[in-house]
């Protein structure tokens, strides 16, 4: 038997009209999620863009730039 449900807060929640017997053995697997419907890579494409204002050795030098420790 196939099934397909959806996680909510972290449960497998199946459709409504589906039971399994207690104690059944199940595998779960996820689906192939495209790209552009993954809430990560979403997140990471809006964080992931240039910063033109910060100095281009700014990770580099994040000590110098927050605490004004010397340059490497």
Same mark, same amino acid.
């Given at each position: 038997?196939?099934?397909?449900? +959806?996680? +909510?807060? $972290?449960?497998?929640?199946?459709? /409504?009209?589906?039971?399994?017997? !207690? $104690? *059944? *053995?199940?595998?779960? !697997?996820?689906? =192939?999620? *495209?790209? !552009? =419907?993954?809430?990560?890579?979403? /997140?990471?494409?809006?964080? *992931?863009?240039?910063?033109? &204002?910060?100095?281009?050795?700014? /990770?580099?030098? &994040? $000590? &110098?730039?927050?605490? $004004?420790?010397?340059? +490497?």
């Amino acid at each position: 038997m196939s099934v397909t449900g +959806k996680v +909510k807060n $972290g449960v497998v929640v199946l459709p /409504a009209n589906v039971t399994l017997p !207690e $104690g *059944a *053995a199940v595998r779960v !697997e996820t689906l =192939d999620v *495209a790209p !552009e =419907d993954d809430p990560l890579v979403s /997140a990471v494409r809006r964080l *992931a863009r240039p910063r033109p &204002h910060l100095p281009k050795d700014y /990770a580099l030098n &994040h $000590g &110098h730039s927050v605490r $004004g420790e010397p340059r +490497k």
